[in-house]
């Protein structure tokens, strides 16, 4: 059974910075592509990030030059570097994994940038 654990958010200051990990039990390697969506309150579920198997990577255009995703195979962990926070960029961080065989999501993570 796949399952994916995100840790690394909090509370931070406009300008800021944090990381993001998604923890992945199961096989990494079988993930087509990763990725990293984001739910503000009251907003809908929105994409923020995607790995593609062969590091291919696209990011929303809100977030571009800002987030940098990768991932860590040894670790079986995906990461979501972000820098200059800003206050719309607080939500809920939820990571996700597509392989064959399905799409799977973590519980989430809040970020919350303060002004």
């Known amino acids: 059974q796949v399952q994916l654990v995100e840790s690394g958010g909090g509370l931070v200051q406009a300008g800021g910075s944090l990381r993001l990990s998604c923890v992945i039990s199961?096989?990494?390697?079988?993930?087509?592509?990763m990725g990293w969506y984001r739910q503000a309150p009251g907003k809908q579920r929105e994409w923020v990030a995607r790995?593609?198997?062969?590091?291919?990577?696209n990011y929303a255009d809100s977030v571009k030059g800002r987030f940098t995703i990768s991932r860590d195979n040894a670790k079986k962990t995906v990461y979501l570097q972000m820098n200059s926070l800003k206050p719309e960029d607080t939500a809920v961080y939820y990571c996700n994994a597509q392989n064959i065989f399905g799409n799977y999501w973590g519980k989430g993570t809040l970020v919350t940038v303060s002004s």
């Open positions: 199961g096989s990494i390697s079988s993930m087509n592509v």
């Open positions: 790995i593609i198997s062969g590091e291919a990577t």
